[in-house]
């Protein structure tokens, strides 16, 4: 019998589909086990083989918690809404879910050839309106809810409003906006309903609010900063700018202490949870505020070095601060105006890596010092962020290095504050641990002294007060796109209104195209039905709007990462069962949260940190039990393509050459011959080159490349010459991607090889976390292991396992394979597993085994990482289960110890033969058994020996 693994691997994969193999129950008397993939975002292009690794180890790991008697979860969905489709949309004119389901049944095809033991009774669409409609409900529970600093948690916003009902909002200790009047409870009672809205969108957590966002014009939306890469968009690479707008945010800046806690908790990488720390930034310090000269403002900045306050010389404000306008002079108001302009062409993140450029305006305005009263000249620079802190900073050249290299190239005065430290750009490390100089009531004070005497300098004169600050902002949650969830909301008189849910969802309308409109609105801003009427809770068309029953809708979606916050926890139901909740209690109280999340390191600051964010807050509300999504979380690499590249003549677009005739024509040695040849070609004898990227597919194993399938590849290539007879491509390692042309589908892995050896080769290729190369000539290697376990059973007349009784050896190597994949799999060392089948494969093809024993237990072994193999095997030694019921066999220590030695037998230092003896004789009777041996007799031809060493366990040597 022939290892036809294509006909194998498609019967299983039937074989699961129909039976429902991997179904979860949510009532079950085994443990639970919940194993999570980052769900994926259905791109048009299909996976890649670099997309299943992490699939392929949750997936090992969900069919061993199987095989170990737990009741797994282990689903999958789609992540779809998203800026790819909608930008397909723009271009063809179709309508993104068009696009969408397409890819998605791409997918499915893909993901189920591999043969992964996911629960598709659980899946999860986010663009689905049965899923977005929670995704709706969720941010109606976040607008109505607001946080209370003393209870340490979010509470329903009815709580609030009868606390303003009855005291007012003085002594509401609460995280809200910064400027909040303060009121009465009778003030608050005669306030109009609009006014009193107005008031709680100060202290909801889900709020709108003007805000500085990244502005892409060409895509026509706001992007978060993990959406930008080097100052322009990561799709299309477009420019971005900052801007502002009027935006729904998230509150999450209320839960950044949480954040931090929780990081305590949980089971993730070291690296991943300093990422969150970074990210949230705690510093403890004071707020000091500052007054201006000749105006009613004051700045308030923060810092974590009060101690340093007469240190400071100018104060600079971020360009998008909204003091700048206010305060600068007319002489100056040009030159800051420009500089402004040029500022709001750089992103966040670009403004804050760039420590070396140095560019700023003098506003011609003065702060006012809290101590001297000294005027302080008022400066604009862009290395202060409006979003982070106050947007001010009160500037000690002496302290900082960006304000030191600030005030040398605009050479305003560094006063030294510190004792003994010459001010220069190598002495600024020593300053935490030199005393303060030259500042009044600070001289001689260490850093954390002064602060404290600072601080309490500062509250006396009512300028500032001791602060705990946090560089988490709140999260913008508006997009001007078509294709996200729709806000359930709309307008009266300009306040929003939340949709009951029992209407929900709110589904997309229809529009004529997914740009934004001609003045500038939403794509959703061109929708003919897009109003809320109020009497019959419809959706209805835009003419009926009459602002008193029919009232105009959000223009905005969310953002991707709203679906994607909580998917974890619908999964907990099956489809058929979500209803009136997006899981029920018991679902949510068997499953709680995820075990095992395995996903990309790049999801650090974004899609976790809201994750943990909306699971706090529904656990504040009750809605889940648990504080945080997932207990271990782990980083899976990145497998990198082998990418090909050809040499280009710059001075003739169609003439290519070999990377060696390049190599040639640039030394001098072998520069003559390339010469001539590149100049009968290409007319030039002064060519200059560029290379190229060319599909891996048109590429041999002997790195040639086949130019006729070059030439169709795209028009300008049609009528290409070539300088050399054979163009031998360039290899180098680079990130897989379809724009570098070095994309392997796993499609024709599978077709060719199997859906098994896929598995197996993308585990041995190295460490699960570490990025490793993907070489196609190397899948030969477990594709030739797989068809020796087959051997191993199945011969040219059937199978040929027995019920023979397994040998001392048999059962010594399968219990050493025990033990050694138990391991390995509790600590995701995967890549090492693979070579323990090989070498037990091996053994026991030395060994002659044949018994049932020994080879079915085997089986359950090599399951979660070769299915499909292993069903079949299975099935043929006489199961009528799936290999996926079994249990995963037991390890017996006793199967590994020594009962006996083979002694090595010398003669004055010469071994000449072995004698295996038990393990536990004693010395004397290991002396008497080797002297008596006829071996022993032969050896010494009736001479006496002078003396017999025996060492136990290890040797004999006969002397003499």
């Known amino acids: 019998m022939q290892y036809h693994f294509n006909d194998i691997e498609a019967k299983w994969q039937k074989y699961w589909a129909e039976n429902q193999t991997f179904k979860a129950s949510n009532n079950s008397e085994k443990p639970k086990y919940y194993v999570l993939d980052m769900f994926p975002y259905p791109s048009g292009a299909g996976l890649h083989v670099g997309h299943p690794l992490g699939y392929i180890a949750s997936d090992i790991y969900a069919r061993y918690k199987r095989h170990k008697g737990f009741n797994v979860l282990h689903p999958q969905g789609y992540d779809s809404f998203g ?17 969408t389901e397409t890819n998605i049944k791409t997918y499915r095809r893909q993901l189920d050839k591999i043969g992964f033991s996911f629960d598709w009774s659980r899946e999860v669409r986010t663009s689905n309106p049965e899923y977005y409609k929670w995704t709706q409900w969720i941010f109606i529970q976040l607008f109505e809810s607001w946080y209370n600093n003393e209870s340490d948690k979010a509470e329903e916003i009815a709580t609030l409003v009868a606390k303003f009902s009855t005291e007012g909002n003085a002594n509401v200790n609460a995280v809200c906006d910064d400027a909040v009047a303060i009121f009465s409870a009778e003030e608050w009672n005669a306030f109009d309903a609009k006014k009193q809205q107005e008031i709680l969108l100060q202290y909801r957590l889900t709020y709108l609010a003007e805000t500085e966002v990244n502005w892409c014009p060409a895509l026509g939306t706001v992007l978060a900063n993990d959406e930008i890469v080097n100052g322009v968009s990561e799709r299309g690479g477009h420019p971005v700018v900052r801007k502002k707008m009027t935006q729904w945010s998230m509150r999450i800046s209320a839960y950044a202490e949480r954040l931090l806690q929780g990081l305590d908790t949980i089971d993730w990488t070291d690296s991943l949870k300093e990422s969150q720390r970074n990210w949230i930034g705690k510093s403890v310090g004071a707020s000091v505020t500052f007054n201006v000269n000749n105006h009613e403002e004051v700045i308030e900045v923060f810092t974590t070095r009060p101690d340093t306050i007469f240190g400071v010389s100018f104060m600079t404000l971020a360009p998008e601060h909204e ?3 206010k305060i600068t002079t007319p002489e100056q108001k040009e030159e800051v105006e420009a500089y402004i302009q040029a500022t709001a062409k750089r992103s966040e993140r670009e403004r804050m890596a760039d420590v070396k450029t140095i560019s700023g305006a003098f506003t011609g305005a003065y702060a006012e010092h809290p101590f001297s009263k000294e005027p302080i000249p008022i400066w604009i620079g862009d290395y202060v962020l409006a979003g982070y802190g106050t947007g001010a900073v009160m500037a000690v050249p002496c302290g900082d290095q960006r304000d030191y290299d600030f005030a040398k190239y605009f050479n305003i005065e560094i006063p030294n504050i510190f004792e003994g430290v ?31 005497r600072a601080i309490y300098e ?22 001007q796109r078509y294709w996200g969830e729709p806000f359930p909301v709309y307008y009266v008189n300009g306040m929003p209104q939340m949709i009951d849910k029992a209407h929900l969802p709110i589904t997309l309308p229809e529009v004529e195209k997914y740009l934004p409109t001609e003045t500038g609105e939403p794509p959703l801003g061109r929708a003919d039905v897009w109003a809320w009427d109020t009497t019959t809770n419809t959706v209805v068309s835009n003419d009926k709007i009459d602002n008193t029953t029919i009232h105009p809708l959000e223009l905005n979606t969310m953002p991707g990462w709203a679906g994607s916050s909580w998917y974890f926890f619908s999964y907990m139901e099956e489809k058929a069962k979500r209803g009136e909740d997006f899981a029920s209690e018991e679902a949510l109280k068997y499953w709680e949260n995820v075990d095992l999340y395995i996903g ?14 909306w699971t706090k807050f529904l656990k504040d509300r009750a809605f889940v039990g648990v504080d945080e999504p997932f207990k271990k979380l782990i980083n899976q690499g990145m497998i990198l393509g082998t990418s090909a590249f050809i040499y280009r003549v710059n001075e003739r677009r169609d003439v290519f050459l070999s990377c060696q005739t390049v190599e040639d024509f640039n030394n001098p040695e072998k520069n003559e011959e390339a010469a001539k040849r590149i100049l009968e070609v290409s007319g030039t004898n002064t060519p200059t080159f560029s290379k190229i990227h060319v599909d891996v597919s048109f590429v041999n194993s002997s790195d040639e490349l086949d130019v006729s399938k070059f030439r169709d590849w795209r028009p300008e290539f049609k009528n290409a010459k070539f300088i050399d007879d054979k163009i031998v491509v360039l290899r180098e390692v680079e990130k897989m991607s379809k724009s570098k042309y070095n994309v392997v589908n796993p499609d024709a892995i599978c077709e060719q090889y199997g859906a098994d050896s896929l598995r197996l080769y993308e585990m041995f290729l190295g460490p699960l976390e570490q990025a490793k190369p993907w070489n196609t000539a190397g899948i030969t290697g477990v594709h030739g292991f797989l068809k020796k376990l087959w051997k191993l059973y199945v011969d040219d007349n059937g199978l040929k396992v027995n019920d023979a009784t397994a040998t001392k050896d048999n059962l010594k190597t399968l219990h050493k394979t025990i033990k050694k994949v138990e391991e390995d799999i509790e600590n995701f060392s995967f890549n090492t597993s693979v070579s323990t089948f090989m070498i037990a ?12 024993e020994v080879l079915e237990p085997l089986l359950v072994l090599v399951s979660p990482y070769a299915p499909h193999i292993a069903e079949e095997l299975y099935s043929q030694l006489g199961n009528e289960d799936s290999i996926a019921t079994a249990a995963f066999p037991k390890f017996e220590a006793s199967h590994l110890v020594e009962s006996s030695k083979n002694y090595p037998i010398s003669f004055n230092g010469k071994m000449r033969f072995t004698l295996e003896l038990p393990m536990d004789m004693p010395k004397d009777e290991i002396e008497k058994t080797v002297m008596a041996h006829e071996k022993t007799i032969a050896q010494l031809d009736g001479r006496t020996p002078k003396k017999v060493i025996v060492v136990p366990g290890k040797i004999v040597n006969i002397v003499g």
């Open 83 to 99: 800026l790819p489709a909608e930008q397909y949309a723009i271009q063809t004119g179709q309508h993104p879910a068009i696009t």
């Open 422 to 452: 010459d001010i220069s750009e190598e002495a600024y490390a020593a300053k935490d641990n030199v005393k303060i100089a030259n500042s009044d009531f600070l001289n001689g004070m260490n850093y954390k002294k002064a602060s404290k």
């Open 600 to 613: 990309g390191s790049e999801h650090a600051t974004g899609h976790l940190l809201y994750s943990r964010f």
């Open 458 to 479: 500062l509250e006396q004169l009512g300028q500032g007060q001791g602060k705990t600050n946090y560089r988490l902002r709140d999260a913008v949650f508006s997009r």
């Open 841 to 852: 494969v091996n053994e026991l093809t030395a060994q002659k085994c044949t018994s049932k």
């Open 323 to 325: 003091l700048v306008q």
